[in-house]
């Protein structure tokens, strides 16, 4: 595990420890964090820890494919009650997600100074917004991460009301073109809708 200092740099992911914990510190530059996400690296840390930087082994993906969606959610999807929509409400999605806990976290993990720089991703152009509606009420959605080399780096999602995220989700993944989805670690959540873990070899091939 490397300290980071003010250079924009990371150590190669193969240091990463077994947990996949490669490096600390550093700062949420714009420039860091296109560079991270090039790189098969992510930030994810509690908000009274210093910024930690993964590249787990093996990562969980999902192959837009297959994808898999049970009988209850086709019957969701074809009821037609939600509206999605994509980059309308991208500050209003994070900031809903930063009050949902990740597993294995205490508190919130998507902190002030992480969201200041997702949105600055945003505006760039390299972060995107999926946004689930019942009539004209937020209800669902997630953002993650794009730099354009056909790969979603999925960051976080929420939901208000029951299947909300799954049909954004879902939607999205349909709609896009992407070859692969980043889902980073594993949660029954997503494996359920046909995400799996491949090597971090096999992941970083798709990246570049």
């Known amino acids: ?49 210093p910024i930690l930087w993964w590249s787990p082994d093996p990562r969980f993906v999902l192959f837009p494919e297959k994808l898999k ?15 999605v929509t994509i980059n309308k409400a991208f500050e209003a999605v994070i900031n809903n997600c930063s009050k949902i806990k990740r597993d294995g976290q205490q508190g919130t993990w998507i902190t002030d100074n992480l969201k200041e720089a997702y949105i600055k991703l945003h505006k760039k152009g390299f972060a995107k917004s999926i946004e689930v509606w019942l ?13 354009n080399n ?5 960051e976080s999602m929420f939901s208000k009301v029951s299947n909300a995220s799954k049909v954004g989700f879902i939607t999205f993944v349909q709609n896009a073109n992407y ?5 980073q670690v594993y ?7 046909g995400a799996e873990d491949i090597s971090r070899a096999e992941f970083l091939t798709f990246l570049n």
């Not at 070859?179 to 889902?183: A, E, R, S, T, Y």
Request: a negative charge; aromatic letters at 10%.
């Open 1 to 49: 595990m490397r300290f980071l200092t003010k250079d924009i740099i990371f150590p190669e992911v193969s240091e990463a420890s077994r947990e996949g914990l490669l490096a600390v510190g550093g700062d949420l530059s714009l420039k860091r964090l296109i560079l991270a996400y090039e790189s098969g690296i992510f930030p994810w840390f509690d908000v009274e820890e």
């Open 69 to 83: 969606i049970s009988k209850s959610m086709k019957q969701v999807l074809r009821n037609n009650d939600f509206k």
């Open 135 to 147: 009539g004209d009420d937020l209800v669902g959605g997630l953002y993650g991460v794009d730099i």
């Open 150 to 154: 056909g790969v979603f780096c999925g």
């Open 179 to 183: 070859k692969l989805i980043d889902c």
């Open 187 to 193: 949660t029954n959540h997503l494996e359920s809708l």
